[in-house]
Nanobody, 121 residues
Framework: QVQLVESGGGLVQPGGSLRLSCAAS????????MGWYRQAPGKQRELVAA???????DYADSVKGRFTISRDNAKNTVYLQMNSLKPEDTAVYYC???????????????WGQGTQVTVSS
């Protein structure tokens, strides 16, 4: 079993900052790509940012220049630093990881439970 536990969500004013964390644990040999998705009320879930095991990153156009994704491989943890937050960033943010499992080495997708980010004055 693999579990992803997210933290760091909350309420912040427009222009403020927030840092999300997601720690993976369980039967893990290696974590390949990790990413953050978000889903606003009444909207479809969308990719926010992704990072490979080697540190290559990809961002949604709407967050480029404002958000930074990073990871600590020793801790199996991915972070999302969110700056210059806007009301339209309000959503539930979900962590995703492509995990190569121990022993079998199969690659499976896992999801965190989600953490609420609210940007409002």
């Amino acid at each position: 079993q693999v579990q992803l536990v997210e933290s760091g969500g909350g309420l912040v004013q427009p222009g403020g900052s927030l840092r999300l964390s997601c720690a993976a644990s369980g039967s893990i040999f290696r974590i390949n790509t990790m990413g953050w998705y978000r889903q606003a009320p009444g909207k479809q879930r969308e990719l926010v940012a992704a990072i490979t095991s080697g540190g290559n990153t990809d961002y949604a156009d709407s967050v480029k220049g404002r958000f930074t994704i990073s990871r600590d491989n020793a801790k199996n943890t991915v972070y999302l630093q969110m700056n210059s937050l806007k009301p339209e960033d309000t959503a539930v943010y979900y962590c995703n990881a492509a995990v190569q499992r121990r022993v079998s080495f199969v690659i499976l997708d896992y999801w965190g439970q989600g953490t609420q980010v609210t940007v409002s004055s």
